[in-house]
């Protein structure tokens, strides 16, 4: 692996630290925009996407502790959040413990994994290797998926790329749309 970096790299670095896009847009970029090779994309993208749970994970606590205790409607909000977090995906976290949260983190992201680890209480030595975890397996899959979609690209043209992306909405929509009617429709039997 080339470790000259230069500003494609930079870019790709800071572009994964990005709330927003992360690592699902840093790779897209980094192997087609800056034509990086994939392993520098994949490393690059990784490595940016690691950077903010640290941050995260460090001062999450001290951060929500002070408003809480400076300003009443935080400590309101702050308490009703994590209240009703740790209702609905308690047992989801006492049944998989830290691997919830690697898969957690591959599907949303390390910053929302972050604060998920904060939310229940895992230690951060465990919670940032469980996201360094899913950070990689979300890399894999989103480099797998970016280099499909240019082989589809490079050999059928971008009509047929778009008529494929089309047709996978379609079928996404069309389960969707059948399990919320056939949702609906049980309540009214």
Do not use: D
Not at 46 to 72: C, D, E
């Amino acid at each position: 692996m080339n470790f000259n970096i230069g500003i494609e790299e930079l870019n790709t670095f800071l572009i994964a630290m990005t709330p927003i896009g992360g690592l699902q847009a840093a790779l897209p970029i980094a192997l087609t925009v800056y034509n990086l090779p994939i392993l520098s994309a994949y490393f690059f993208s990784v490595l940016g996407s690691l950077v903010p749970p640290i941050f995260i994970l460090l001062t999450i606590g001290a951060f929500s502790r002070y408003l809480s205790q400076k300003y009443f409607f935080f400590n309101r909000f702050f308490e009703w959040l994590f209240n009703k977090t740790r209702t609905n995906h308690q047992k989801k976290i006492e049944k998989w413990k830290e691997w919830a949260l690697m898969i957690f983190v591959a599907v949303t992201g390390a910053w929302t994994g972050s604060l998920v680890a904060f939310v229940f209480n895992i230690p951060i030595k465990r919670a940032f290797l469980f996201i360094a975890l899913g950070v990689m397996i979300a890399g894999i899959i989103v480099t797998i998926l970016t280099l499909t979609g240019l082989l589809l690209y490079v050999h059928f043209g971008w009509q047929i790329f778009l008529g494929l992306l089309f047709l996978i909405g379609l079928i996404f929509w069309y389960f969707k749309f059948k399990k919320k009617h056939e949702v609906s429709y049980q309540r009214r039997i």
